[in-house]
Every structure is written in structure tokens, then in C-alpha cells.
């Protein structure tokens, strides 16, 4: 059965730093890429960061690009989002999500292409 699990969310302050991780079973990284996207509340789900079945392709969405870094340990099938310098607008349930991919060094961050997701991680962002 194929799951996906989010855990690490937490209440931090501003400038602080988090890391989620994303643990994957019943599917292998080495055929789907995982974007992590996230849902504030009143607002619609975003994209955030994605990366491919190579490992050496990944993007992340301008508006926490160089503060999140996503990367992945293959050996525990495990991707996770390191997020440093929070902001409170980064203040959302965070998601992964899984999609099966024949292009070595693809990703997307467009939420329709993903199959598989995860149950959500709180972030809270405030002082």
C-alpha cells in the first residue's frame, strides 16, 4: 500500500527553522519525483519545492526560494524540506505528495500532477 507521511511541523518564531520530512512506503523514489506544497488557511494549496527521480533536479517557488531546500535520502526513501528563516505568512499545513515520472530529471510543483498524498503537517509561524 503507498503512503506518505509528513511529520516535523511545529510552532516556531520568526527566523526560525524547521524540518519536515516526508517518509515514503510502497513506492520508490527512484521512479517518483515528490514536490511538497502547502494550504494556508482561507486560501488556496501551493507549490513549494519538487524533486526528481535523479536527485540532482530540483526547484523551489520563488517565494521561499533560498530559505527552503529540499532534498532526499534515498536509502530511507525520505524526502524532506528544510526550512529556514520563517516568515508568519509561511504559517500553513504543509503536504507531500508523489507522482510517477519517466523523465530522469523532472519535477513540478503543479498540484494536479501528483497522485499520491500525504496526510498534512501543521507550520506555525509566530511570535
Known amino acids: 500500500q503507498s503512503q506518505l507521511v509528513e511529520s516535523g511541523g511545529g510552532s516556531v518564531q520568526p527566523g526560525g527553522s524547521l524540518r519536515l520530512s516526508c517518509a515514503v512506503s510502497?513506492?520508490?523514489?527512484?521512479?517518483?519525483?515528490i514536490g511538497w506544497f502547502r494550504q494556508a488557511p482561507g486560501k488556496e494549496r501551493e507549490g513549494v519545492a519538487c524533486?526528481?527521480?535523479?536527485?540532482?533536479?530540483?526547484y523551489t517557488e520563488d517565494y521561499v526560494k533560498g530559505r527552503f531546500t529540499i532534498f532526499r535520502d534515498i536509502a530511507k526513501n525520505t524526502v524532506y524540506l528544510q526550512m529556514n528563516s520563517l516568515k508568519p505568512e509561511d504559517t500553513a499545513v504543509y503536504y507531500c505528495?508523489?507522482?510517477?515520472?519517466?523523465?530522469?530529471?523532472?519535477?513540478?510543483?503543479?498540484?494536479?500532477?501528483?497522485?499520491?498524498w500525504g496526510q498534512g503537517t501543521q507550520v506555525t509561524v509566530s511570535s
Open positions: 505528495a508523489a507522482d510517477r515520472t519517466s523523465a530522469y530529471y523532472y519535477c513540478s510543483t503543479n498540484e494536479a500532477e501528483y497522485d499520491y
Open positions: 510502497g513506492l520508490s523514489l527512484n521512479y517518483y519525483i
Open positions: 524533486i526528481s527521480v535523479s536527485d540532482t533536479s530540483s
